[in-house]
């Protein structure tokens, strides 16, 4: 049974997330039902990573197991997936992979970006795809802020419960690394971009990263607190998230 690693860009506006739920309407389930319809029986896929509803990818991963009967090749699939797609989804990539590959264990790492609109008017175009700040943020305090979160650190002030979190997580249950962060301001425009790249990001940490920095940039929150919520103990989790329609899970990285 060929094992096919897909790679899909996705709007997240109309959908309700990736993981398939009661009702439909996931990423998940319209992917699968595409699937269903070309092989006449269903098919699971197993992603990457969960993204919430209204999160966009560029390069969201899947992997799905063929059935030996199909004769189709890795770019027959891509076009009859996207035949079968409505537009706000498309598959972009897809190749055959080892039998005992996995889209989400074998990830090496992931880039996310987030977007910021500092512009006085939100274009109509980028309603739902960038966070609308018009007072403007201090790009050298949001840079500073970010690099605070570089490195190997505990998390758990910046991640939301799903209600699936084991009741005594092990001591490095929330222990993730930042390799990098950056914050792309071109000269000219109005749209910033804040960068991560780590080994693993859990339930909203980003956008929680992204909103606790903001606080930073238009200074409410000094640099020295937000360092802080990664090594005092007792250190409140953030009350601050950027909303989900500025985040876009750029690349999975699997070398």
Request: aromatic share 10%.
């Amino acid at each position: 049974m060929p094992r096919i690693l897909f790679t899909c860009a996705y709007d997240g506006t109309p959908w309700h997330g990736w993981q398939s739920q009661a009702g439909g309407e996931t990423l998940q389930d319209v992917i699968e039902g595409a699937f269903c319809a070309i092989l006449r029986n269903p098919l699971r896929i197993a992603a990457s990573g969960r993204t919430d509803a209204g999160v966009h990818a560029l390069a969201q991963c899947f992997h799905a197991d063929i059935p030996e009967s199909c004769r189709m090749t890795p770019e027959n699939w891509r076009a009859a997936l996207n035949a079968h797609l409505p537009a706000s989804i498309r598959i972009l990539q897809a190749r055959v992979v080892a039998g005992d590959f996995h889209a989400r264990f074998d990830a090496k790492g992931k880039i996310y970006e987030y977007l910021v609109c500092t512009a006085p008017v939100l274009s109509p175009f980028m309603f739902g795809r960038a966070w609308h700040r018009p007072m403007g943020v201090d790009v050298a305090a949001l840079r500073a802020a970010l690099a605070v979160y570089e490195g190997e650190h505990d998390f758990r002030r910046f991640a939301a419960r799903r209600g699936n979190e084991p009741d005594a997580p092990p001591e490095d249950f929330y222990v993730r690394t930042i390799y990098r962060t950056s914050v792309i301001a071109e000269e000219g425009s109005d749209m910033l971009r804040l960068r991560f790249h780590g080994n693993g990001f859990m339930y909203r940490m980003v956008r929680m990263l992204v909103g606790t920095a903001h606080q930073v940039s238009i200074g409410k929150m000094t640099e020295r607190q937000l360092a802080s919520m990664l090594t005092e103990l007792h250190a409140p989790k953030t009350r601050f998230c950027a909303p989900p329609e500025g985040l876009y899970l750029q690349q999975v990285i699997y070398d």
